[in-house]
């Protein structure tokens, strides 16, 4: 690559031998890498549709000395930084920037510490969810975010996004569980965030600012989260619907009851189809909607006995085609564990038909919900396009998935129309843009259509003071505002 770097201006023989003369030898043996494959390799995360381009060097992190370093290198020379976790986002928000260097801290991967009498674990920002949660229940605890990516995504990267997911609907997304961060900020000086104690208020609550930044305010090298005792064993109970408004006004009914369900998830017709296609999961796609509610009643058997059978009665009350429930925990883990399949069965639709999906994540106030659904229908009858959904309903958080063929020029731009038209009515219907994904790159040209003029100055004020040369993440969230 020839050209200039997005800050300082420079050429990028000129960086790379900046890179090695004077950031290679504060690293860690084997932390920095230039090859270009290996770069490649590390340039996007999971989203369509983001420029990736341009990368200078990555630094693989295996210590807080190693991020402190490349910051103050990068400060030094005004060189764009983009932090990395697991880049198993999907808005392009890992994605390189031209003139970057990525630096990403999947090897800062220690569980340090489980505090039992502060129902605590301290983490490296690199170690994935699951790995943290399986750690965790060896105590008796919980850590109970569990976005769809649990298997893949990394600690630090669900704090950076603030990372919702299907139990968050009763236990709370991830700023919920956050106590305290250490981040390095654009200059490398180390700052802790927050307290390990369960309560504390002294200051501002800056780790909350952190909690969903992106890397575009400083990068997270320790994370202090609280824990839970280990979750009460759910009942799982289904419905089935001609359509989604039907499913959607039971979710608005149900929730408007006071209920808690500890998951709360729908999958429409295109979905039910997808996955039995996938697997053999025996769904009923001749329905229009399935809801799939679980009701674990805080440990209180008759509870949640009480809790199923108010969600069948609002379900049969909206027209339900099918209702049942399971105590069975090895039904309820297939049901959920069938639920987690929609995005490979997705796939493998996709590269069937031409490879193209866009997934979208709005989040509505749920009793707009069944309205969504019908604009949804209009944005399917416009663009043509099959458009498949999966929602964590009980948020009102919806994932729209639309399919297109990526080799034809106009199926791409009937398909980047569907996704704009399903954030505007998201808009439009008093929601929010991204529910859990982020902004990233994929969404950065909608933050301010969201955000007010208030709100806006506040943003930039705010990346002013900790990132005053603009070297972390840019082209990202901020880009626009
Ligand atoms: C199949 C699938 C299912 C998914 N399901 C869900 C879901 O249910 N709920 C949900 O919320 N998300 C979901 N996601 C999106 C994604 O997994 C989350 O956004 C996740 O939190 C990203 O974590 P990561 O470690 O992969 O971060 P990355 O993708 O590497 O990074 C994400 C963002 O965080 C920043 N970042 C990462 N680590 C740090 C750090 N240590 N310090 C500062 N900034 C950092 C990056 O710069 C980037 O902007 C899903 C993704 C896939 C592929």
């Known amino acids: 690559m020839t050209g200039t770097t997005g800050t300082g201006v420079r050429d990028t023989a000129t960086l790379l031998q900046l890179v090695e003369s004077e950031l290679?030898?504060?690293?860690?043996?084997?932390?920095?890498?230039?090859?270009?494959?290996?770069?490649?390799?590390?340039?996007?995360?999971e989203a369509l549709f983001c420029p990736a381009d341009g990368a200078v060097a990555l630094v693989r992190a295996t210590t807080v000395a190693d991020v402190q370093a490349t910051l103050r290198f990068a400060s030094a020379?005004?060189?764009?930084?983009?932090?990395?976790?697991?880049?198993?986002?999907?808005?392009?928000?890992a994605n390189a920037v031209p003139g970057c260097l990525l630096l990403s801290v999947e090897r800062m991967?220690?569980?340090?510490?489980?505090?039992?009498?502060?129902?605590?674990?301290?983490v490296e920002?690199?170690?994935?969810?699951?790995?943290?949660?399986?750690?965790?229940?060896?105590?008796?605890?919980?850590?109970?975010?569990?976005?769809?990516?649990?298997?893949?995504?990394?600690?630090?990267?669900?704090?950076?996004?603030?990372?919702g997911g299907l139990c968050c609907v009763k236990y709370g997304v991830t700023k919920d569980y956050v106590r305290r961060l250490t981040v390095v900020l654009a200059d490398g000086t180390l700052a802790t965030l927050g307290t390990g104690t369960a309560k504390g208020v002294a200051g501002l609550d800056l780790r909350g600012l952190f909690v969903g930044s992106e890397g575009t305010l400083g990068v997270i090298v320790e994370i202090t989260l609280r824990l839970v005792p280990?979750?009460?064993?759910?009942l799982t109970a289904v419905a089935t619907f001609t359509d989604e408004r039907s499913a959607a006004a039971t979710v608005a009914d149900f929730m408007a009851s006071g209920a808690q369900p500890s998951m709360l998830e729908s999958l429409d017709r295109t979905t039910?189809?997808?996955?039995?296609?996938?697997?053999?999961?025996?769904?009923d796609d001749r329905a229009g909607a399935m809801l799939l509610m679980q009701s674990d009643g805080s440990g209180n058997r008759a509870a949640a006995l009480a809790e199923v059978e108010s969600f069948t009665a609002r379900a049969e009350a909206n027209g339900a085609l099918d209702t049942g429930y399971s105590e069975d925990t090895a039904d309820?883990?297939?049901?959920?564990?069938t639920r987690r399949l929609a995005q490979p069965a997705y796939e493998r639709y996709a590269q069937a038909h031409g490879g193209g999906q866009l997934l979208d994540d709005i989040c509505l106030p749920r009793a707009r919900m069944p309205e969504f659904y019908d604009g949804l229908d209009r944005v399917r009858a416009t663009s043509g396009l099959t458009i498949a959904v999966v929602a964590h309903a009980g948020d009102g958080?919806?994932?729209?998935?639309?399919?297109?063929?990526?080799?034809?020029?106009?199926?791409?731009e009937r398909a980047e129309r569907a996704f704009e038209e399903i954030m505007r009515l998201g808009l439009e219907l008093g929601g929010t843009i991204t529910g859990e994904h982020g902004v990233g790159y994929l969404k950065r040209e909608w933050l301010p259509r969201e955000l007010d003029e208030g709100n806006r100055r506040l943003h930039r004020a705010v990346k002013e003071a900790l990132d005053p040369d603009g070297i972390l993440n840019p082209g990202k969230m901020f880009a626009d505002l």
């Open 230 to 234: 280990l979750l009460p064993e759910p």
């Open 397 to 412: 958080n919806i994932h729209p998935s639309v399919f297109f063929d990526a080799r034809d020029p106009a199926d791409v």
């Open 332 to 337: 309820n883990e297939a049901l959920v564990a």
């Open 77 to 93: 020379y005004r060189i764009p930084v983009v932090p990395q976790g697991a880049r198993s986002g999907i808005s392009g928000g």
């Open 272 to 283: 039910l189809r997808l996955l039995n296609e996938y697997g053999d999961f025996g769904l």
């Open 24 to 45: 290679a030898p504060t690293l860690a043996d084997g932390a920095l890498s230039t090859d270009p494959d290996v770069l490649e390799s590390y340039s996007r995360d």
């Open 125 to 163: 920002p690199g170690v994935i969810n699951q790995d943290l949660k399986n750690a965790v229940a060896e105590h008796g605890l919980s850590y109970p975010p569990d976005p769809g990516s649990v298997a893949i995504s990394s600690i630090g990267g669900n704090v950076a996004t603030n990372a």
């Open 109 to 122: 991967s220690r569980i340090l510490a489980v505090d039992v009498a502060e129902r605590s674990v301290t």
